[in-house]
């Protein structure tokens, strides 16, 4: 059936986002308050001075933008597909982290990781052979 | 004390929120033009919708509990617990949402539980 297929696509490409923009954004938030350096804010004199860092950092507005595209993509996939179907569909991020961790930061991942990295995988295959959307369209 | 009710706002509040931006979601329908212009309509749209200020109001609450159960216990062990979330969700979702949770879908929502569970605990 066309709208069917038409439907999968659509889950699927948004929930691809989902998996890349929210890793993404919460590392490259990371990396920017890592760089700021551990803050206090005791007072407001500091604490408006922490804001000017953090409002001056690229990497952390390139974080606060890939966390946007990830929420939007979120919300505009909830407009269809079960929330039953999205929430472990898009715990792929997890392996995403994992990889990303990996070739890109060159960490250590533990077998013991990469074996949940898989059991995650296992568990969104059977996911996503469940129709994305149980409930009437409204 | 403290600790379990910090943990239960984070799974309970968390997950509760995602739910109502869910149900706003499908209330606001379908989302069929994916243009720029019909994707600021749509958020506008959906900020109209009283679930999705409840919704956020909940993901708030739980992001703040967050990270008052991490300045008392340590990642490795905080992450693990949230795992639930996934178990919660399923739940929400066949409740709360009239979605059909099938046996196979709650196969594979254990499996990721678990495997969450696992990818927190192999990290050092």
Wanted: charge should be positive; hydrophobic fraction near 55%.
């Amino acid at each position: 059936m066309k709208s069917s297929a038409g439907l999968h696509f659509k889950t699927y490409l948004l929930i691809f986002l989902m998996v890349v923009f929210g890793p993404l954004g919460n590392v490259l938030l990371g990396k920017g308050m890592k760089r700021i350096g551990a803050v206090s804010i005791g007072t407001p004199t500091e604490a408006i001075n922490v804001l000017s860092h953090v409002l001056r950092s690229g990497t952390i507005w390139l974080g606060i933008g890939s966390l946007i595209v990830f929420f939007v993509a979120n919300m505009l996939v909830l407009s269809w597909a079960d929330y039953s179907y999205v929430q472990p569909a898009s715990s792929v991020a997890y392996a995403m982290s994992a990889l990303l961790a990996h070739f890109l930061l060159r960490e250590v991942v533990t077998p013991l990781r990469w074996m949940g990295v898989l059991l995650i995988c296992l568990g969104v295959l059977v996911v996503g052979h469940t129709p994305p959307r149980t409930t009437e369209p409204g | 004390m403290l600790v379990f009710i910090l943990y239960l706002l984070v799974i309970g509040a968390g997950t509760g929120g995602e739910l109502c931006v869910s149900r706003a979601m499908k209330s606001v329908g379908e989302v069929k033009d994916f243009s720029p212009v019909a994707v600021v309509a749509v958020i506008i749209r959906a900020l109209r919708v009283p679930w999705m200020w409840v919704g956020l109001g909940l993901m708030g609450t739980a992001f703040f509990s967050l990270l008052a159960v991490l300045s008392r216990q340590n990642v490795s062990v905080v992450v693990p617990v949230t795992a639930l979330s996934y178990g919660v969700g399923a739940v929400g979702g066949k409740f709360f949402l009239g979605e059909q949770v099938t046996p196979r879908r709650w196969a594979g929502v254990l499996l990721v539980c678990i495997g969450v569970a696992v990818v927190i605990i192999g990290r050092r």
